[in-house]
């Protein structure tokens, strides 16, 4: 079970940490990502990054602005969102994927959290 926390209203240029909790003792074993929707758009890959922390992808909107991390002994990862745009405003999903590398597509994800909702407004 993935917990996904952090998500809230910022102004444009703002910042926000986005959490997602894993229960369970496998969380290591898990490569984790970010995925984002927008209202009436399809979920779309945000970041993801390897089981032990080493690999790490962004798309070419989150590279720059966002950080991906990890704590397999707290069995967390997070999402540290720097200067947001309203193009930013989404729910935002974390998913594991019990596989190698850092996978980007849904299909390759096997769990999935709630969304967290992030409004940046201009």
């Known amino acids: 079970q993935l917990q996904a926390s952090g998500g809230g209203s910022v102004q444009a240029g703002g910042s926000l940490r986005l959490s997602c909790v894993a229960s369970?003792?496998?969380?290591?074993?898990?490569?984790m990502g970010w995925f984002r929707q927008a209202s009436g758009k399809e979920r779309e890959f945000v970041s993801g990054?390897?089981?032990?922390?080493?690999?790490?992808y962004y798309t070419d909107t989150a590279k720059g602005r966002f950080t991906i991390s990890r704590d397999n002994a707290k069995n967390t990862v997070y999402l540290q969102m720097n200067d947001l745009n309203p193009e930013d405003t989404a729910d935002y999903y974390c998913?594991?994927?019990?596989?190698?590398?850092?996978?980007?597509?849904?299909?390759?994800?096997?769990?999935w959290g709630q969304g967290t909702l992030v409004t940046v407004s201009s």
């Open positions: 990054i390897g089981r032990s922390g080493a690999g790490t």
């Open positions: 998913a594991a994927a019990r596989r190698p590398g850092v996978p980007r597509r849904r299909s390759e994800y096997d769990y």
């Open positions: 369970g003792r496998a969380f290591s074993t898990y490569a």
